[in-house]
């Protein structure tokens, strides 16, 4: 038996129950744009504060384009993968200069752009510009997965669901709403455990919920655990101020500021540890007084303890490659740091900075 389903329902659906988003009383493709670039791997509640702040600091494209880095990301600080944000920042400056100020609405143009996938070109065309292009995200492969029985999202499979959603992109069907519908309801109804069937107004038509576990479809692919690290970090102190370095943007958290460290190698203590990458990154050897505390946290594909030593400078003076500076602890809302940084300036802020 083939699934049926069509517009009208979903849409009928998405009118009387979709949220109140911000993004969502706009056309302007700005918006929608930075908008969707946020919502990568984050979650809706975490991401309306920063973009309700981001639009009121920077309301058009130009505005971020003419922003330094090290404001952009300020901004952009605890939302985490600080890529995307380097990525639009470079992607606004050449919409600016090379489109005069344009955003293309054009697939081809527009997914050129750094940062901008499959999904995202189709999200912001559908959206600002009407174009008849589907966006799949995660809630919409879940949900055409259970409508049409898929298990296993292989190639094919998502070529089959693409397909499904490109037949209700016929006629006067308004392209951003039904994209923006069938997310809508894969977010809050086809959700990945105790999916609400009896809300969902295309039950009736869904192989999945008639074969009655719909949690079993698609399959999770199951991923390895993530590593864990251990990492060693100074503060050192020149009087009242420590110092400070910039991540190069190439880097994993890219041009966000630091404590000096590294990873801890195999066989190695952690102050011999925080002695070689202290040399290494700013050519002088630290003079470790004591351990300031150990911190854990987590990323996307690993996790680290970060121990942490208060030290000072011995008489040769620090000459990192690095961009560094020299900061007291009032200083530190000024620049932009990971989580883990803050985990270990909350500890201290409790505890004393003292040495």
Known sequence: MQ?????KEILNWYYGNKRELP???TKDPYKIWISEIMLQQTQMKTVIPFYNRWIDTFPTLKSVAMAKSDKILKLWEGLGY????????KASKIVMEKYHGRIPNDYKIF???PGVGEYTAGAVLSIAFGVQISAIDGNVNRLLSRLNGIKNLTKRNRLIIKNKIKSLLIGDIVPGDLNQALMELGALVCIPKNPLCYDCPLSHVCKAYRNGNPELYPIKIKRPSKPHLEVVTAIIWRKQKFYIQKRSKKQMLGGLWEF?????EKGETLENALVREIEEECLFTPDIIKRATSINHTYSHFSITMHCYHCKEKKKKITSQNPFNWISVKDI?????PK????IFNFMSKNGWHI
Request: charged share 25%; glycine share 6%; with cysteine.
């Open 3 to 7: 699934v049926k389903i069509t517009s």
């Open 23 to 25: 993004f969502r009383f």
């Open 82 to 89: 600080y890529r995307r944000c380097l990525n639009f920042h």
């Open 111 to 113: 997914r050129s752009l």
């Open 260 to 264: 000096p460290g590294g990873k801890v």
């Open 333 to 337: 809302d000024k620049y932009s740091f």
């Open 340 to 343: 883990a940084n803050h985990k």
